[in-house]
């Protein structure tokens, strides 16, 4: 096991990434300099002064849980981007588990006469549902899909990640010594997909940057190491100042049972950290201005 020490990651675009030892922007630049490109690249009325047409839909893909607590947390996270974007169509399609199911949600876009929609999954890193089973589910809507990247890595995920773990009593400044005995753990679900675990280990880079201190990706299931096996890991390289850093979009029982096995604190999910909103706005624009190729399927018959 290799813990992610702060270094750049060449790999990741975006704005806030920055060279070796350097802390990557706060939230609020690395915001607004998102919103500046936005602002740039879109804009509400066309140049002979009449409005433009209604955009794509935003439809954001969740992947479900039996928790309550995690359908609740995207609905607010939902209602963010609503407030950020105004006049955006916005709507919630589930991989699994929850309603909307994401076919159900696309069949009824298509039977309100919206022509074409992007889906932007509310996933940190690519794996199986990003590669085959979203897009199978776009290719089967009656309306014209594009699928956009999952969120991470992104330097907004690691500026999200970074702020919970200092909710939960992470020192934003700390001595050199202290600093010899931090670590902190990534703990993300785990996949079998090995573009996933590349994913996480950038976002872990992005993070040990803003930290200044490792970052070592670890998994609540499918993938190793483990959770509890990153932390005896460091542990055993002097490192007794542990954080558990919850990579999960919403509450569930992978970030409890991830939480629990913290042996100093633990920071809440992603949930609606207003980096999160800004960052499926920013992955949905990136979509929008890349030309679709996807052709505009014929319309289910009753």
């Not at 990434?17 to 609020?28: E, I, M, R, W």
């Not at 500026?159 to 990534?186: C, H, I, K, N, Q």
């Not at 979509?287 to 009753?302: G, S």
């Amino acid at each position: 096991m290799t813990a992610s020490n702060p270094a750049r990651d060449e790999s990741t675009t975006g704005p806030g990434v920055q060279p070796q030892g350097a802390h990557l922007d706060s939230t609020a630049h690395l915001l607004n300099r998102i919103s500046s490109q936005l602002a740039s690249q879109l804009s509400l009325v066309s140049l002979n002064g009449r409005r433009r047409p209604e955009p794509p839909a935003l439809v954001v893909v969740a992947h479900g849980s039996r928790d309550p607590r995690a359908l609740s947390t995207v609905r607010t996270l939902l209602d963010r981007v609503r407030e950020l974007r105004p006049g955006l169509p916005v709507h919630l399609g589930h991989i699994e588990l929850n309603e909307p199911l994401l076919p159900d949600t696309l069949t009824a876009l298509g039977h309100t006469g919206t022509e074409e929609a992007i889906l932007v999954p509310l996933l940190l890193s690519r794996g199986y549902h990003v590669k085959r089973d979203i897009p199978e589910m776009a290719a089967a809507a009656p309306l014209r899909t594009r699928v956009a990247a999952p969120l991470g890595p992104h330097p907004l995920l690691a500026e999200a990640l970074y702020a919970r773990l200092v909710e939960a009593g992470w020192r934003t400044r700390t001595d050199d010594a202290t600093r010899r005995e931090s670590a902190v753990v990534l703990a993300a679900a785990g996949s079998r997909d090995p573009d996933s675990a590349v994913d996480t280990g950038r976002t872990a880079r992005l993070l040990a940057e803003r930290l200044g201190v490792p970052v070592v990706p670890a998994y609540a299931t499918t993938a190793g190491p483990t959770v509890p096996a990153a932390l005896r890991a460091l542990a055993a390289d002097g490192r007794h100042r542990v954080a558990v850093a919850s990579c999960f979009t919403a509450p569930g029982r992978f970030a409890t049972e991830c939480a629990q096995v913290a042996p100093w604190i633990a920071a809440a999910p992603l949930g609606t950290h207003p980096a999160m909103a800004h960052l499926l706005l920013h992955r949905y624009d990136q979509t929008l201005t890349t030309p679709a190729t996807t052709p505009h399927p014929a319309l289910a018959t009753a």
